[in-house]
């Protein structure tokens, strides 16, 4: 006789956010115009402007609009939360000169800090220490560096450093929602006889949104790794950290400036990957460079409410109905299918927020075992609400299954 398959579910919230499509004839940021313009116009010498985030523990700045000119550049303090920069605008936006949200170079044993919404490096030492973040570089002789967008590269092993450090793993999405930042590179111990002394690692870039009815970008918007330190020529240990996050939503943008999202060096090749810049318009004539992954689409919620989005749940598993609530316990299983079900087994997910044709992956975990998948698409539907039917071959017995949705 055979065994019956006795599966447990859960529901799960998938980390890739993907918004519903809405045409409009402007976009409206939903600046309630609060904080005034941001108005740097005129000629002058290079100015340097920092702006502090402690005022602001939201990270949100509501302007009336923003005009910067060429002579001026701005950079940003984090505040205490650590989070974003995000700049609602009710009317036009010019940006002429740089704003800038990179992560910080490390100067020898101190850590490069992570632009706002991005993770600092790691320490260098006798006990060196990862970077932070999600993506963030390993410890090791040598740092490995961060990664984001793409693929930071790894630490190398030279004469005395015994061993290196790792790159970190690639996160988030193409749509840059939730809007994250990047990720600080590793710590190095370098070679203890003093030739190559220890190092830390760069920081991550922070993360911007700016959100307007029309922009024109003839300047530079920047969220670029900071680089390890070197406290000695020709020094190898430190991981560079992995560029930021830069997204833009708009009605109309315009300009040849450039968007740059590059990872942070290293002398020792453990370089921090790229960040991602999302470009969210409906007409663009922007001819500009942009330096890092890059997406463009049309998805016009700058700020998602819970109800907004993505989730995955899975509600049938070879026609047998997966309880609303289900319990997760192979004590209870939350469906028992015939032990006459031949295989491969159709399971039908369903989605809600999440753009038709999304690769939808189902994995089974069995108790005893290892896992499969396998991967379809949600071609039934609409945005709001859709279906994907995969069909997997169960392994009899118990098991976990769960539905997750591309993230890149």
């Known amino acids: 006789m055979k065994e019956a398959r006795l599966l447990k579910f859960r529901t799960l919230i998938i980390s890739s956010f993907c918004l519903p499509l809405i045409c409009l004839a402007q976009v409206n940021s939903g600046s309630n115009g609060s904080d005034g313009a941001l108005d740097y116009s005129g000629s002058g010498s290079p100015t340097n402007i920092v702006i502090d985030m402690h005022d602001h523990p939201n990270g949100v700045y509501q302007y009336t609009y923003v005009n910067i000119s060429s002579n001026w550049r701005f950079s940003f303090i ?25 992560g910080q170079n490390a100067n020898a044993l101190l850590v490069g800090i992570g632009g706002p919404g991005g993770g600092a490096g790691g320490a260098g030492g006798s006990i060196p220490t990862s970077g932070q973040g999600i993506g963030a570089g390993s410890a090791g002789g040598v740092g490995g560096g961060a990664s984001f967008g793409s ?61 307007a009815p029309s922009m024109v970008l003839n300047g530079q918007i920047r969220s670029m790794g900071g680089s ?48 991602r810049v999302r470009l969210d318009v409906i007409q663009s004539s922007f001819a500009g460079q942009i330096y890092g992954s890059f997406s463009q689409g049309s998805q016009f919620i700058i700020i998602p409410t819970s109800g907004q989005l993505p989730q995955l749940t899975v509600t049938s598993v070879g026609g047998v109905p997966v309880s609303a609530s289900p319990s997760g316990q192979i004590s209870t299983p939350d469906a028992v299918l015939s032990a006459q079900q031949n295989n491969p087994i ?5 989605c809600a927020n999440l753009p038709l044709n999304t690769q939808i992956t189902v994995s089974v975990k069995p108790a005893n075992g290892a896992a499969v998948s396998a991967t379809g698409y949600n071609t039934t539907g609409t945005l709001a609400s859709s279906t994907a039917t995969i069909s997997i071959n169960i392994p009899r017995g118990g098991g976990l299954i769960y539905a997750t949705a591309a993230t890149n």
């Open 78 to 102: 984090p505040n205490a939360n650590n989070t974003p920069v995000t700049w609602l605008v009710q009317s036009n936006v010019v940006i002429n000169g740089v704003v800038d949200v990179s």
């Open 228 to 275: 390890s330190g070197n406290s000695y020529p020709g020094n190898i240990c430190g991981g560079g950290g992995s560029g930021g996050g830069i997204r833009l939503v708009t009605g109309i943008l315009s300009g040849t400036g450039v968007i740059q999202v590059s990872g942070g060096s290293s002398n020792a090749g453990s370089s921090g990957g790229t960040g």
């Open 151 to 211: 693929l930071g590269t790894g630490g190398v092993n030279v004469l005395g450093t015994n061993y290196s450090g790792s790159a970190g793993q690639i996160y988030g999405n193409q749509f840059l929602v939730p809007l994250i930042g990047g990720s600080g590179g590793g710590g190095g111990r370098g070679i203890p006889d003093g030739n190559w002394p220890s190092c830390s690692g760069g920081g991550g870039g922070g993360a911007i949104l700016i959100a």
């Open 346 to 350: 159709p399971v039908v997910v369903s």
